[in-house]
Each structure stands twice: as structure tokens, then as C-alpha cells.
Nanobody
Framework: QVQLVESGGGLVQPGGSLRLSCAAS????????MGWFRQAPGKERQFVAT???????DYTASVKGRFTISRDNAKGTLYLQMNSLKPEDTAVYYC??????????????????WGQGTQVTVSS
């Protein structure tokens, strides 16, 4: 069982930045495919970004060029740097892990473990 704990959410003005972190309890963190998802009120959970064990990354179109996903395998931590934030980025952001780190995974059902979420609110 892997425990994932997100942090770094908060309230930010449009155009601002936040960095989310996700600490994993597993010693095999480096072998996992890691992802960030978000869910706004009344909407389905949406794919944001993913990073495979190779370091290969993928993003949903609406965040490309603004968000950067990265990982520190030595620390067992996943990051999401979010720049040029917009009100439509407001959501609860979730960290997720998939045991098979080699394949592209963008659907919530592809992931095996989830964090509890952290709220990001973009508002003036």
C-alpha cells in the first residue's frame, strides 16, 4: 500500500504561481508512473499531467506551457509547478500513482493509489 500526501495548495490571484508537492511512502517510488488530476465542483476528475519512470511527461492541452510536472526519486516526491494561473484552474488537485511506470496513463482508472487532495483557488 502506498500513501500519497499532497501539499502546497492555496488561494492565488490570476497570473500567480503555486507549487504542489506529493510525498509518497513507497520505497519503489521511482518505478511508478505518477500523475496529477483535478476536480472542480460538479465536474468529473480531469487529467492534468503525468510523468513516467523514464521521465517522459504528458500534459492536458489547457495547461501546456504553464504547468510543469517533475519528480525527485531520492526524496520520493512529485511536484507540479503551476504558473500563469487562471480562474478555470480552480479545483481540488490530486496526486496519483500507477505501479506500472512504463505506459502512458491519463485516465483516473489507470492509477492504483490516490492522495487526499489539496485545494487550489485562483481568484482576485
Amino acid at each position: 500500500q502506498v500513501q500519497l500526501v499532497e501539499s502546497g495548495g492555496g488561494l492565488v490571484q490570476p497570473g500567480g504561481s503555486l507549487r504542489l508537492s506529493c510525498a509518497a511512502s513507497s520505497r519503489t517510488f521511482s518505478s511508478y508512473n505518477m500523475g496529477w488530476f483535478r476536480q472542480a465542483p460538479g465536474k468529473e476528475r480531469q487529467f492534468v499531467a503525468t510523468i513516467r519512470l523514464t521521465g517522459l511527461t504528458d500534459y492536458t492541452a489547457s495547461v501546456k506551457g504553464r504547468f510543469t510536472i517533475s519528480r525527485d526519486n531520492a526524496k520520493g516526491t512529485l511536484y507540479l509547478q503551476m504558473n500563469s494561473l487562471k480562474p478555470e484552474d480552480t479545483a481540488v488537485y490530486y496526486c496519483a500513482a500507477r505501479r506500472d511506470g512504463t505506459v502512458l496513463a491519463v485516465n483516473p482508472s489507470d492509477f492504483d493509489y490516490w492522495g487526499q487532495g489539496t485545494q487550489v483557488t485562483v481568484s482576485s
